[in-house]
């Protein structure tokens, strides 16, 4: 009686190293793409959100101490001020259409004039017709002389 011959584990081993050694090269790829991706966000430093239209002084400018602060957001956005970490009250906005809004320094608001140096502001929005619960931000600065 002559012994029956072994099945081989690998039918074709030709075709299995051919596959596996794909694979490999395949999940070497997939790995050097995921670390060499850029995750930062392809914004220029200083551009604005898409949500804002434009701003007055425009980021890390030169103005002058009373320079008035404008924001025009997207159509459908309303929002807030806060300069120098105060928010500016409503009744010293002037607000041309809902979604903008302009601040003037002068005596008796929260800021008679921007002191020399860097100012920041803080754009506080959201969609008008939700609560400020869904509000986003964008912080940018400008600077004043004496």
């Not at 009250?89 to 302009?102: A, F, G, I, K």
């Not at 959201?126 to 004496?146: G, M, N, Q, V």
């Amino acid at each position: 009686m002559t012994a029956a011959p072994k099945p081989r584990a690998i039918k074709h081993p030709g075709r299995f190293a051919v596959v596996a050694i794909g694979l490999m090269i395949v999940a070497s790829l997939g790995a050097f793409v995921a670390i060499e991706s850029d995750t930062n966000p392809t914004q220029e430093p200083g551009a604005l959100p898409s949500e804002i239209a434009s701003v007055q002084p425009e980021p890390e400018t030169l103005a002058k101490p009373q320079q008035a602060v404008v924001v025009v957001l997207r159509n459908d956005l309303t929002g807030v001020l806060v300069i120098r970490g105060q928010e500016i009250p409503e009744d010293q906005l002037s607000r041309p259409t809902q979604s903008s809004m302009v601040f003037q320094p002068g005596a008796g608001k929260q800021i008679s004039r921007f002191p020399a140096g860097t100012n920041q502001v803080e754009i506080v929005y959201w969609p008008a017709i939700r609560s400020r619960d869904d509000s986003k931000s964008f912080i940018y600065s400008f600077r004043t002389t004496a």
